[in-house]
């Protein structure tokens, strides 16, 4: 199936097309949609289904949409659905916000959420979520990944998503397991 990413993160495009290798994937930008949907929801799941249908509707074909974040324990949350618009600026600003902000925390306790919608044109729609558990460093660890993967030391993994292969990160990351659940619905 050829599907639309109704996303302008290059990294999440990288990530669905290895977890999803059965569809083809073509950015929204070479769908021909260039504009960009304000993430007006409260929650992983509105704004997923607003992207995704965005798309949709201006595509004329299927379109996968991902919201994801990073809910941190000690700030109930936070950053939550606000993980790219953290402090403004970029991936390192976001981190070096994080950092400050759970400076002599002793709570480091943290989980990333990927909510995926898939929209298609006759009006069905599929939503599934997953989810993964962490701690947050004290400073960055690994250079691989993107976001908060170098602050975040998997549970499952034992090091953090920076230090992890695409591999390791897909098969226990919060996107591989949304993905996993919307293979069985599909
Ligand atoms: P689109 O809305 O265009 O898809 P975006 O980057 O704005 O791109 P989100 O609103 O869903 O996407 O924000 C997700 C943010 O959460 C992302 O920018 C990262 O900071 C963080 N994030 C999500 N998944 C991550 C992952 O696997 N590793 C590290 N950080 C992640």
Known sequence: MQLIAATGNQNKLRELREIFPEHQFLSAKEAGFSGDVEET???????????????????????????????????????????????GGGDAENRKLLLKNLEGVENRRAHFVCC????FPDGRELVAEGRTEGTILHENRGTGGFGYDSLFLSDDLGKSFAEASEEEKNAVSHRGRAINKLKEML
């Open 41 to 87: 929801g409260t929650t992983f799941r509105e704004n997923a289904l607003l992207k995704a249908r965005t798309v949709c509707r201006a595509t004329g074909k299927p379109a996968l949409a991902d919201d994801s974040g990073l809910c941190v324990d000690a700030l109930n949350g936070a950053p939550g659905v606000y993980s790219a618009r953290y402090s």
């Open 116 to 119: 995926i919608a898939l929209v």
